[in-house]
């Protein structure tokens, strides 16, 4: 059981927006701007796609979009595409001993 | 600019154990923990711990403490996890990542070990 909960699947079409949820707790999500959000591939390593709640790294399409309220973070992507099918992760700074969570990761079907 | 190169793949038997290693470069090694997370075929990322290379102190997940061992060598900049006891189901990719000053994180490769008889 992950610390902080994410839909296990989403999915959309060509062109449409999706937005992928991320709750958490006052120790993390609902505290700290420190929320990141990672994109994998099968067998790939993650890649960081949004960090500070609402950041893109350099490289990152602006169709991806980070916000948050309250104990609940999003991403949303727009302008949906065919190589956005992939495996979505959040993670957040902890106040607890452990310093960083997860979710569970969200399954995006591009139909 | 920061990297960190683990160790290669491992095939271990039920009941051994496996060391991993990450090569850390590009920055100051005791400067910043480091955290170590693994990922099982088909699974979601699931942190294991973390070291901090300045004092040697340690943080376990619960579910790994009294199997996991994390350790550095300073002279090196190298980072270790050691899980012992393996079973079939501790098969997946290891990573290491580098919490910087603001809570962001550098990834190791990853490292595939194998548990099977």
């Known amino acids: 059981q992950s610390a902080l909960t994410q839909p296990a699947s989403v999915s959309g079409s060509p062109g449409q927006s999706i937005t992928i949820s991320c709750t958490g707790s006052?120790?993390?999500?609902?505290?700290?701007?420190?929320v990141s959000w990672y994109q994998q591939h099968p067998a790939k390593a993650p890649k960081l796609m949004i960090y500070?709640?609402?950041n893109r790294p350099s490289g990152v399409p602006d169709r991806f979009s980070g916000s948050k309220s309250g104990n609940t973070a999003s991403l949303t992507i727009s302008g949906l595409q065919a190589d956005d099918e992939a495996d979505y992760y959040c993670?957040?700074?902890?106040?607890?001993?452990?310093?960083?969570?997860f979710g569970g990761g969200t399954k995006l079907t591009v139909l | 600019q920061v990297q960190l190169v683990q160790s290669g793949a491992e095939v271990k038997k039920p009941g051994a154990s496996v060391k991993v290693s990450c090569k850390a470069s590009?920055?100051?090694?005791?400067?910043?923990?480091l955290h170590w997370v693994r990922q099982a075929p088909g699974q979601g990322l699931e942190w294991m711990g973390w070291?901090?290379?300045?004092?040697?102190?340690?943080y376990y997940a619960q579910r790994f403490q009294g199997r996991v061992s994390m350790t550095r060598d300073t002279s090196i900049t190298t980072g270790y996890m050691e899980l012992s006891s393996l079973r079939s189901d501790d098969t997946a990719v290891y990573y290491c990542?580098?919490?910087?000053?603001?809570?962001?994180?550098?990834w190791g490769q990853g490292t595939l070990v194998t548990v099977s008889s």
């Open positions: 990542a580098r919490e910087d000053d603001d809570f962001n994180y550098d």
């Open positions: 590009g920055y100051t090694f005791t400067g910043y923990f």
């Open positions: 006052s120790s993390d999500v609902g505290t700290y701007k420190y």
């Open positions: 993670s957040s700074f902890t106040s607890t001993r452990a310093r960083w969570v």
């Open positions: 070291i901090n290379p300045n004092s040697g102190g340690t």
């Open positions: 500070e709640i609402s």
